[in-house]
C-alpha cells in the first residue's frame, strides 16, 4: 500500500500551465504504475495519464495528448503531470492513483488514491 497526496492545484487561465505533484509515502512506490485522473461532479472518472513503473512507457488520454505530460521521480517517491494550454474543460478535480500491475486507463484497477485536488481553467 502506499498513501498519495496530490498538490500544486488551483486557478489558471486559458492557455496556461499548472504542473500537479502527487506524494506518496512507503518503501516500494519504485513498482507502481502511476494514474492520474480527473473527474467532474455527476460525471464518471476520467483517465488523464499513466507512467509504467520503469519511467519509460506512458499512455494518455487524446484530449490532452500533446499537452500533459506524466513524469515520475522514484527517489522523490513523486509523480507529476506538467499540463500545458489549458482549456476551461480541463476544469476538475484530479486524482493520483497506483497500482502494481501494467499501464492502465481503468479507475477500477487502481488501488490506492489521493484526495483530488481542483484545478479551475478560466477564459
Known amino acids: 500500500q502506499v498513501q498519495l497526496v496530490e498538490s500544486g492545484g488551483g486557478l489558471v487561465q486559458t492557455g496556461g500551465s499548472l504542473i500537479l505533484s502527487c506524494a506518496a509515502s512507503g518503501r516500494t512506490f519504485s513498482s507502481y504504475v502511476m494514474g492520474w485522473f480527473r473527474q467532474a461532479p455527476w460525471k464518471e472518472r476520467e483517465f488523464i495519464a499513466a507512467i509504467h513503473w520503469n519511467g519509460r512507457s506512458t499512455y494518455y488520454a487524446d484530449s490532452v495528448k500533446g499537452r500533459f505530460t506524466i513524469s515520475r521521480d522514484d527517489a522523490k517517491k513523486t509523480v507529476y503531470l506538467q499540463m500545458n494550454s489549458l482549456k476551461t474543460e480541463d476544469t476538475d478535480v484530479y486524482y493520483c492513483?497506483?497500482?502494481?500491475?501494467?499501464?492502465?486507463?481503468?479507475?477500477?484497477?487502481?488501488?490506492?488514491w489521493g484526495q483530488g485536488n481542483q484545478v479551475t481553467v478560466s477564459s
Open positions: 492513483a497506483a497500482w502494481r500491475g501494467w499501464v492502465n486507463s481503468r479507475p477500477e484497477a487502481y488501488e490506492n
